[in-house]
């Protein structure tokens, strides 16, 4: 008698969240579509980078490998800080420019490949003060090979973002997929046809300047043919009206990617190139991890800047799905580590197992870090966002410096999670405040502060009654 009421009450709930998921899915269609198709072409991308580090790891000396990881990381940082900011603002922004947007467009490409340059070319003039450790890195600095290396990036930053903010993600996925083909090829290739001598760190800069000038022609004769909008005539003087804008964008960008460019590089002065190169292995498995929840971050800004009511929808349902994605990286990074290093060499796998295990749950408060970036994006905050993520990048390499210095690359790892769970402990009463203003406004009460000001200073003006209206 109590069968078939109980399995009505379960044939209800199932409809229900079936339903409930339909609607969620629905609502969010354009949010998960477009993060998915970002975070499946980067994943694609990574999956061919991997094979480039094994192939590398094979047949380079761990020595070389260590040191090209570790320019590589630098010429990722001296792109971030080379793109200024452009990147992010042409993705909120690109449409909104409108019949401007083309000559807008071509001077940020400009900017950004020449600020990139100007950047890995002030580094060389501080090359010979660096530690010894990094003095292989410091003598190929000033090489035309790695200054061009740097300007690539730095344009490849500002098209991508510009590609996403014209809704032609697809042209920015595809890019980064022939690029991280050509690399893969060259590597595999020029062991076959060079001498041990030459198989060294400049070679294999030399893949990622081949790889990435091969896919810019591609695709911006692809961009030209579907709308033509880039590239154009060049106006820097329209860039002038979004200075405060872009570097607004552009400091907290910085001080987002900062730890992550710069642990390799720690790892090398603090440890060995040959531990780096483990190392590496294991933070791009991690990073890959990260794109789900950096993506779904980024549409977040996109989606909510084009109708803001919606911004407290889409992030409940991005970091709901981040979390998710979080606890299955988490799983695979603890089972599957040593296999996983174990692709690249059985030495990474033993110097890097146990810190992969710890980075696989860091993808939890990473998922609020970036959300958080999201919001003040929003909000239009990122002066003081900025400050907070700054403090909060001094955390993590304050933690990865002091870790390393006591207990070798597990002690790095450790010290850099910690300090990550720090600055995520400061940013979570942002994020718990959009997600459950009305929550937030009641406790803030409960403290003796009005809940006027989790209205007026916590959350645009209306933005609760949409949040709770959602």
């Known amino acids: 008698m109590q069968v078939e009421p109980r399995s009505r009450a379960r044939r209800e709930f199932i409809s229900a969240l079936r ?41 380079f000396p761990p020595a070389a490998v260590g040191y090209a990881a570790a320019a590589v990381s630098l010429m990722g940082l001296f792109g971030h800080l080379g793109e200024c900011g452009l990147g992010t603002l ?26 990139s340059a100007l950047l890995a070319l002030g580094y060389t003039a501080i090359s010979a003060s660096l530690p010894a450790s990094l003095g292989q890195i410091s003598s190929f600095s000033g090489d035309v090979l790695f200054l061009l290396c740097c300007a690539c990036c730095g344009l490849g930053l500002v098209l991508d973002g510009a590609l996403a903010g014209l809704s032609r993600i697809e042209i920015a996925v595809a890019r980064n997929v022939v690029t991280s083909v050509m690399k893969l090829i060259l590597v595999a290739v020029g062991p076959m046809f060079l001498s041990a001598n030459l198989l060294g760190e400049r070679f294999l800069l030399l893949t990622w300047l081949i790889g990435m000038l091969v896919a810019f022609v591609p ?27 872009v570097l607004g964008h552009h400091v907290l960008n910085i001080a987002s990617l900062a730890p992550g460019l710069l642990l390799p590089a720690i790892v090398t002065i603090e440890l060995t190139p040959s531990t780096n190169a483990a190392f590496y292995a294991a933070w791009a498995l991690i990073n890959v991890a990260f794109l789900a929840p950096n993506y779904l971050a980024v549409m977040v800004f996109a989606e909510g800047s084009k109708s803001p009511p919606s911004f407290a929808g889409h992030l409940r349902a991005s970091l709901g799905m981040a979390m998710l994605i979080g606890i299955v990286v988490a ?55 900025s400050l907070l993520v700054a403090l909060g990048a001094l955390f993590e390499l304050a933690g990865a410096v002091l870790g390393a210095r006591h207990g070798d690359l597990l002690g790095l790892t450790v010290g850099w999670l910690l300090g990550l769970v720090c600055e ?39 933005e609760v009654e949409f949040a709770a209206r959602d």
């Open 424 to 462: 995520t402990l400061i940013m979570a009463p942002s994020v718990i405040g959009v997600l459950f203003p009305q929550l937030y406004a009641r406790a803030l009460a409960m403290s003796g502060m009005r809940a006027e000001i989790a209205e007026g200073e916590f959350l645009r003006e209306g």
């Open 219 to 245: 695709m911006i004769f692809i961009n030209r043919i579907k709308n033509g909008a880039m590239p154009g005539r060049v106006d820097f003087g329209s860039l002038q009206d979004v200075v405060s804008e």
């Open 331 to 385: 799983l695979v990074c603890y089972f599957g580590s040593f296999f996983i290093l174990s692709l690249f060499s059985p030495a990474y796998a033993s110097i890097a197992n146990v810190s992969l295990q710890l980075l696989g749950i860091s993808i939890f408060p990473m998922a609020i870090k970036l959300h958080f970036v999201a919001i003040q994006r929003f909000r239009n905050r990122m002066a003081a966002a």
């Open 19 to 59: 339903n409930r998921v339909g609607s969620l899915l629905g609502r969010q269609r354009f949010l998960f579509l477009n993060a998915g198709l970002l975070t499946l072409g980067t994943a694609t991308s990574s999956v061919f980078g991997f094979c480039y580090w094994i192939l590398a790891a094979r047949h």
């Open 90 to 115: 042409l993705m909120g922004k690109a449409r909104i420019f409108a019949e401007r947007s083309s000559a807008i467009i071509s001077a940020a490409l400009l900017v950004g490949f020449g600020a």
